[in-house]
């Protein structure tokens, strides 16, 4: 085996999900998902931090969804009929995500990752895992565990729907 095929055998690949909100493009770990649902209007949930939709009742247990859009400081939409819900698990913790849509399965190798770029702040780096370059395209790999809300506002959800 030559040591280009044998570095090809032993490179690292993930795969993740690509959403998008607006024009950008977002991925997910595909082992932090649970599954994919179409928008179904949401609960609010009272004094709960602004990028929290609301809750939705997801196979008896309440499940707080986070305007994915609002979380990460883009301009939120309202949801429509194409809008999706990603729901995510990071360390036992759950939570939907809302997205414009869900496009694509995608393979990234540890070459095709790009740190994310210094701006002075460590808010997008708390956020984004790395950029990934493909077709012309640069989506950022989401963090799913700063994402997904402090257990007390869901435990708040829980104690509002009882």
Same mark, same amino acid.
């Given at each position: ?6 570095? /090809?055998?032993?490179?690292? $690949? ?15 770990? *595909?082992? +932090? *998902? $649970?599954? *994919? $649902? ?14 929290? /939709?609301?809750?939705?009742?997801? @196979?008896? +247990? ?46 990234? !190798?540890?070459?095709? $990752?790009? @740190? !994310? &770029? ?21 989506? +950022? *790999?989401?963090?799913?565990? +700063?994402?997904? &809300? ?13």
């Amino acid at each position: 085996m030559s040591h280009q095929a044998e570095y /090809k055998a032993n490179e690292h $690949r993930a795969e993740f999900l690509s959403v998008r909100l607006g024009a950008q493009e977002f991925a997910f770990d *595909i082992r +932090s *998902i $649970r599954e *994919i $649902r179409g928008w179904i209007a949401s609960t609010h949930l009272p004094y709960a931090p602004h990028f929290i /939709k609301g809750m939705i009742n997801l @196979r008896g +247990s309440v499940l707080v969804v986070v305007d994915l859009a609002e979380r990460l400081g883009l301009s939120a939409a309202e949801p429509g009929a194409a809008s999706v819900v990603v729901v995510v698990e990071h360390q036992g913790r759950a939570a939907g995500l809302l997205v414009d849509a869900v496009c694509d399965i995608i393979t990234v !190798t540890d070459e095709m $990752r790009q @740190r !994310t &770029p210094d701006t002075g702040s460590e808010m997008p780096r708390e956020f984004i895992q790395g950029l990934v370059m493909m077709d012309n395209r640069i989506i +950022s *790999i989401l963090a799913i565990g +700063s994402l997904i &809300p402090e257990e007390s506002v869901q435990q708040m959800a829980e104690m509002a729907a009882a």
